[in-house]
């Protein structure tokens, strides 16, 4: 099962992007990588996923390696709210989330 | 409104009584899973179903039951067999088994047992 690992926290200031990373060495070919997340004790939110080409829609942009092993979220213009903890997540099995510990995101004035 | 419904938001209970989650979802979604998340941790999947009267074990099933006998309706049991049942529960949807299909989480339900 492929597995994510991420930075445990990071700092950006406000205004400028933000740029999160994560590894996915295992990943298959046909596994998607998600990308989620989770302000304090609410439900996950989703923000944009991907399978091999780069994404981006109105919160983010998603970049993934050619070789799929790793792939960086990008909150273009960060702001207070974006603050969060952030999970870079797999499809396994058709079924499954594998979801990490996440990287929490501290976004300063 | 559509949406997934938890409830109750919070949750207390003895020690040694079964308790049950609620979960709702009126998005006509197929799958629906349950989540649980301890404190600075990530979640990790407790079952998981893709149609109705079927359901599967996630990573960390012992303790916990569950029914699904609506497409709507996902309930999960916090029985006494589970030995740290505080916890946050998340519940969560996606329309079908597709790789494209994305996950939705309702707002989660924290459970205390005191």
């Known amino acids: 099962d492929a597995k994510t690992t991420q930075p445990t926290s990071m700092d950006c200031a406000e205004g400028r992007a933000a740029n999160l990373p994560c590894n996915h060495s295992?990943?298959?070919?046909?596994?998607?990588v998600y990308w989620y997340r989770q302000i304090h004790s609410q439900g996950p939110q989703y923000i944009i996923h991907?399978?091999?080409n780069n994404e981006t829609n109105e919160m983010a942009s998603l970049i993934i390696t050619e070789d799929r092993k790793s792939s960086t979220l990008i909150l273009p213009h960060a702001t207070l709210r974006d603050t969060a903890v952030y999970y870079c997540?797999?499809?396994?099995?058709?079924?499954?989330?594998?979801f990490g510990s996440g990287t929490k995101l501290n976004v300063k004035p | 409104d559509g949406g997934i419904t938890q409830s109750p938001k919070y949750l207390f209970r003895k020690e040694g009584q079964n308790v049950t989650l609620s979960c709702e979802q009126n998005?006509?979604?197929?799958?629906m899973y349950w989540y649980r998340q301890d404190p600075g941790q990530g979640l990790r999947l407790i079952y998981y179903?893709?149609?109705?009267?079927?359901?599967q074990k996630g990573d960390i099933a012992e303790g916990y039951s569950v029914s699904r006998e609506k497409k709507e309706s996902f309930p999960l049991t916090v029985t006494s067999a589970q030995k740290n049942p505080t916890a946050f529960y998340l519940c969560?949807?996606?329309?079908?088994?597709?790789?494209?299909?994305?996950?939705?989480f309702g707002p989660g339900t924290r459970l205390t047992v005191l």
């Open positions: 991907g399978l091999k």
């Open positions: 179903s893709q149609i109705v009267n079927d359901f």
């Open positions: 969560a949807s996606r329309l079908a088994g597709l790789n494209t299909d994305t996950q939705y």
């Open positions: 998005l006509n979604h197929d799958a």
């Open positions: 997540i797999v499809l396994y099995n058709f079924n499954k989330f594998y």
């Open positions: 295992t990943i298959s070919g046909n596994e998607y």
